[in-house]
Every structure is written in structure tokens, then in C-alpha cells.
């Protein structure tokens, strides 16, 4: 196991609320939907959305997705596959999310000019390339008490600061385990986080806001991020005096079923009441 401190917490953050799509509704339009609920809740209620930073978590159905939310099931403690595989950071540009923009470092990084070291692997494209329920089952908006323009600020530094934290080689670990290259283990184990979560890790921490309490950063991932937003709600709100606020919809789990009975499967236990006839 993975060492992280547990919340104390007895309770989920109350500004965390399942919030399901609706029949045809794109990612983008779930999160545009799911900000404006969040907009009149409790904790965002009558603040500047200036005032906040969202980030939004992504659960995939391909198979890397698969390898990487089976990887994170080590901070769990029923050791299920996490519901996650990636986090974004959001931009929304103006008041509205539908033209919203998004920054990543994703594990494929995509052909073109910009060579992957100049910007430490750092990506930004359209909210609506990641609009397909059925490739991003699983999603989640999260504001943050921070400044947008205060991230935005330390995002610039840390494009340029690869001695802070190098993404690429984050991206190099996961891609040798995610693809099964030699005897490569669990980068997580070896503290190397998921690339955007490292990221994120990073900047939020250069505008004095630990995202994560309890794990090291360079060992960032969603799951933990997801982890400390629904628990660590008291120490959020001793440090800021807010909480983080969310909305999720998570349809896509793994069919596990663990077997019947004291240490016997059901097929076990049938086959042993076979043979007793």
C-alpha cells in the first residue's frame, strides 16, 4: 500500500452531490450544467467564480485508462479500480463553459510544433474534445478556493520550470507501465505520480494551496485528488475558510464479484454440493 495520511473527517464534504447526465448530454454540457448548480449551493454562493479554480477529473473506458484506474486502486481501501484515469484544469472563457478551454499533460502527446519539453508537457485544448460519454464515462467538476488568475499566473512558471518538476519523465514511467514495457512496476509506488495530477500538484501548491494533504505530491493522482476534496473538507476549511464544492457522475465500475461465503466462490460451493449427491 501506498502511504497517505487518512482524514479525520467522520463525514463526506456536504458540497459534494452525485449529478447525473441527462438523456444526450455531451461532457461539456454536464459540466456547464453542474457549475451553474454549484454556482447557487451553500459554498459558492454570492462569491466572484473568479474567486475559484475548476478542475475537473475523467474516468476513460480504453484499455491505458483501464491500467492507470487499476494502478490507483492502492489508495483505496477496498482496492477497487479508482473511477478515475485523468484531471484536467478548466478555462472557461468568458461566463459561459461551452467554448471553455482545458490544460493537461496527457500521456499521448500529440503530434505538431510545439515540442513536448518546451512546454513541460503541457497541453491546452478544447473542453469538447473530451464532450464523449462513451469515451469519458465518468466525470467529475471540482471548484477550488483559489484565484483562476493566480493558477493561470504559476501555470506559465511551470510550462518554463521542468527542474520543479519534470512532467515528461512522469509521462515516460506511466507509458512504460500502461503499455507493459519489461518488468516496469507501479510508477505510484516509486512516487511518480500521473502527470496532470503532478501538475496540478505543483501549481496549486506555488499559490500556497495543497491539493492533495497527506500524500506527497510527486505521488499525485486523481484518486487522491478526488479523496481529499470529498474528506479532507475540515482541513480545507481551517486553512482558507471555504471548501471545496463538486458534482460527479460516475456510471463506469468493472463487474467484480467477490465470491459467496467464508473464503468459497459460488462455483467452488456448487461443485462441492454436486459432489455430495
Given at each position: 500500500m501506498l502511504r497517505q495520511a487518512r482524514s479525520g473527517s467522520t463525514q463526506a464534504n456536504r458540497e459534494f452531490h452525485e449529478y447525473l447526465h441527462t438523456s444526450g448530454e455531451t461532457n461539456s454540457q454536464w459540466i456547464e450544467r453542474a457549475a451553474m448548480d454549484m454556482s447557487t449551493a451553500k459554498a459558492m454562493a454570492n462569491q466572484k467564480p473568479d474567486?475559484?479554480?475548476?478542475?475537473?477529473?475523467l474516468g476513460g473506458s480504453d484499455t491505458v485508462s483501464f491500467r492507470l484506474r487499476v494502478?490507483?486502486?492502492h489508495l483505496r481501501r477496498d482496492m477497487l479500480p479508482s473511477y478515475w484515469s485523468d484531471v484536467i484544469l478548466i478555462e472557461p472563457q468568458g461566463a459561459s463553459f461551452s467554448a471553455a478551454l482545458t490544460v493537461h499533460?496527457?500521456?499521448s502527446q500529440p503530434g505538431g510544433a510545439a515540442f513536448p519539453?518546451?512546454?513541460n508537457g503541457v497541453i491546452i485544448r478544447p473542453l469538447s474534445d473530451f464532450d464523449s460519454v462513451d469515451n469519458f464515462p465518468n466525470i467529475a467538476l471540482i471548484a477550488l478556493p483559489v484565484p483562476h488568475a493566480e493558477i493561470a499566473k504559476r501555470l506559465e512558471t511551470f510550462k518554463r520550470a521542468?527542474?520543479?518538476?519534470d512532467a515528461l519523465e512522469h509521462v515516460l514511467r506511466w507509458l512504460a507501465f500502461a503499455w507493459g514495457v519489461t518488468r516496469t512496476s507501479n510508477p505510484l509506488h516509486e512516487n511518480y505520480?500521473?502527470?496532470s495530477a503532478c501538475m496540478l500538484e505543483t501549481v496549486f501548491a506555488a499559490a500556497s494551496f495543497d491539493l492533495t494533504p497527506g500524500l506527497e505530491s510527486r505521488?499525485?493522482?486523481?484518486e487522491a485528488i478526488w479523496s481529499a476534496a470529498k474528506y479532507w473538507h475540515d482541513y480545507f476549511e481551517k486553512a482558507t475558510g471555504k471548501v471545496p464544492s463538486g458534482r460527479f457522475d460516475h456510471p463506469h465500475r468493472y463487474p467484480i464479484v467477490e465470491p459467496k461465503g467464508p473464503g468459497r466462490s459460488s462455483a467452488s460451493a456448487k461443485k462441492a454440493r454436486a459432489g455430495k449427491r
Open positions: 474567486d475559484w479554480t475548476y478542475i475537473a477529473l494502478a490507483q486502486s499533460v496527457p500521456l519539453a518546451r512546454e521542468r527542474s520543479t518538476l505520480g500521473i502527470p505521488a499525485s493522482c486523481p
